[in-house]
């Protein structure tokens, strides 16, 4: 079974910046699939963040992060970013990075492969 593999969570004072990265080290290219991230935070909904087609690089961003996250990818590295600026308290969850084969974005459930998330907390 693919998994991705994400890194750079971590704790954060409000107003801080991270970025998130995604990648499959095991030689599985990233190229032709849509990448997004998915966050939860407890005892809420899941929500997708952000994704970003393989076709054409669209990308979508869920209206809680629009302006203050950046999604981006590197095809020649095989890795998928998350730039998250100006973070909130509302930011606090474990964020996951998803594929989709199709390669364009989907939606929460009907992703291909998944990661097991990175963590980050925003707080003061």
């Known amino acids: 079974q693919l998994q991705l593999e994400e890194s750079g969570g971590g704790s954060v004072q409000p107003g801080g910046s991270l970025t998130l990265s995604c990648t499959h080290s095991?030689?599985?290219?990233?190229?032709?699939?849509?990448i997004g991230w998915l966050r939860q935070a407890p005892g809420k909904e899941p929500e997708r963040v952000s994704c970003?087609?393989?076709?054409?690089?669209?990308?979508h961003y869920a209206d809680s992060v629009r302006g203050r996250f950046t999604i981006s990818r590197d095809n020649a590295k095989n890795t998928a970013y998350l730039q998250m600026n100006t973070l909130q308290s509302e930011d606090t969850a474990l964020y996951s990075c998803?594929?989709?084969?199709?390669?364009?974005?989907?939606?929460?459930?009907?992703?291909?492969?998944w990661g097991q998330g990175t963590r980050v907390t925003v707080s003061s």
């Open positions: 095991s030689g599985f290219t990233l190229d032709h699939y849509a």
């Open positions: 998803v594929a989709w084969f199709s390669g364009e974005c989907g939606t929460l459930v009907d992703y291909d492969y």
């Open positions: 970003i087609s393989s076709r054409d690089g669209t990308t």
